[in-house]
C-alpha cells in the first residue's frame, strides 16, 4: 500500500490550503484514514481522522479550521486548512489503518510541509 500525499506550501497568516492523499495498492478494509502533523522539535500529533464509516474527528486546536473529507471511489483524503496561523507550520504526513484480520496494518505517506508565514 502506498499513500501519496500532496498539496503542502507557503501561506500567509489567514490564507488556505487542502491537503490531498491518495491510497493505491492491495487495501483490504479501511478501517480509518487520517493527517497527522509534525513540527519542528515537536512529536507527530494528530489533526483529523475519518472512519471507514465516515465518522470524523478533528482535534480541537483545528475545529471551525479544518475539514477532514474522504472520496471512497479514489481512496483518497483531504484536508481543507483555512484560517491559518504559524502554528499550523509543520511537515503533514496522511495515515491509513487497513484492517486485515486478525490485524491492523498502519501505512504512513511521505509528508508534506506546509509553512505559514506571518
Known amino acids: 500500500v502506498q499513500l501519496q500525499a500532496s498539496g503542502g506550501g507557503l501561506v500567509q497568516v489567514g490564507g488556505s490550503l487542502r491537503l490531498s492523499c491518495a491510497a493505491s495498492g492491495r487495501i483490504v478494509n479501511i478501517n480509518a484514514m487520517g493527517w497527522y502533523r509534525q513540527a519542528p522539535g515537536k512529536q507527530r500529533e494528530l489533526v483529523a481522522r475519518i472512519t471507514g464509516g465516515g465518522t470524523t474527528l478533528h482535534v480541537d486546536s483545528v475545529k471551525g479550521r479544518f475539514t477532514i473529507s474522504r472520496d471512497n471511489a479514489k481512496n483518497t483524503i483531504y484536508l481543507e486548512m483555512n484560517t491559518l496561523r504559524p502554528e499550523d507550520t509543520a511537515v503533514y504526513y496522511c495515515?491509513?489503518?487497513?484492517?486485515?484480520?486478525?490485524?491492523?496494518?498502519?501505512?504512513w505517506g511521505q509528508g508534506t510541509q506546509v509553512t505559514v508565514s506571518s
Open positions: 495515515l491509513l489503518e487497513d484492517y486485515v484480520a486478525p490485524r491492523l496494518l498502519t501505512y
